[in-house]
């Protein structure tokens, strides 16, 4: 039996819900780590590069791109380590198609772009967003702004934080300070784990509670990230 059949029959057997992960990461390395301690769990993903810097450079490619794979629901993937790799750029993450592939699969993993202004999940599955956050000013500016986006939204959500430790712990700090305390509650930072990523793994792994937020957010936040407030 393939791979991802095994992982969907899996999951359903558990009862687990269908959940996406999203990993804003600003190295292709940090995605492949995630899958990897994922599936050191016992988690099978389908690793979708919608960034096209994974799987590009791929000796075979399908002749159909992937809105036409998603049409005919027959994707074109890699078999990798820890899962499938499946080359999408510029697929977005709320595609409704993506539902039935989900199935297969333990996970959908995202090789999401921070500077996404526009993200919105697929509505009625469990969210997992993983930010990196680096030292300096836009780095920090653009986690916060992609925090805001989700608090607005109403899903099933986690969020972890990882990377610089200080930043990590100064936008937690902003969050608490300017965001609903109820979606503050879902943001976590594992940046001082000493593997931030197999510390990620285990608490999607063992069915963290996810909570639903509905947020409405100002522009206050941004000033503290400013002023360091």
Wanted: glycine share 6%.
């Amino acid at each position: 039996m393939p791979a991802d059949q095994a992982a969907g029959l899996r999951r359903r057997s558990a009862r687990q819900p269908l959940r996406c992960i999203h990993g804003f990461f600003h190295s292709p390395e940090s995605t492949i780590r995630l899958a990897q301690a994922l599936y050191g769990r016992g988690r099978t993903s389908l690793l979708v590069d919608t960034r096209g810097r994974l799987f590009a450079d791929a000796p075979t490619r399908s002749l159909f791109d992937w809105r036409q794979q998603l049409a005919r629901q027959q994707l074109h993937t890699q078999a990798m380590p820890y899962g499938d790799g499946w080359h999408a750029p510029g697929l977005q993450a709320n595609e409704p198609a993506l539902r039935a592939i989900a199935q297969r699969y333990d996970c959908l993993l995202f090789d999401a772009s921070p500077d996404a202004p526009d993200w919105l999940p697929l509505p009625d599955m469990e969210q997992t967003l993983i930010l990196e956050v680096n030292a300096g000013q836009a780095p920090m500016q653009q986690a916060y702004a992609l925090l805001k986006t989700l608090c607005r939204l109403e899903s099933r959500a986690s969020i972890g934080l990882l990377g610089d430790a200080a930043a990590c712990d100064r936008l937690l700090a902003a969050c608490r300070q300017y965001l609903e305390p109820a979606f503050v509650q879902v943001v976590h930072s594992v940046a001082h784990e000493d593997d931030a990523f197999a510390a990620l793994a285990v608490r999607m792994a063992d069915g963290e509670t996810c909570l639903t937020a509905r947020c409405t957010t100002g522009t206050t936040g941004n000033m503290a990230l400013k002023h360091g407030g």
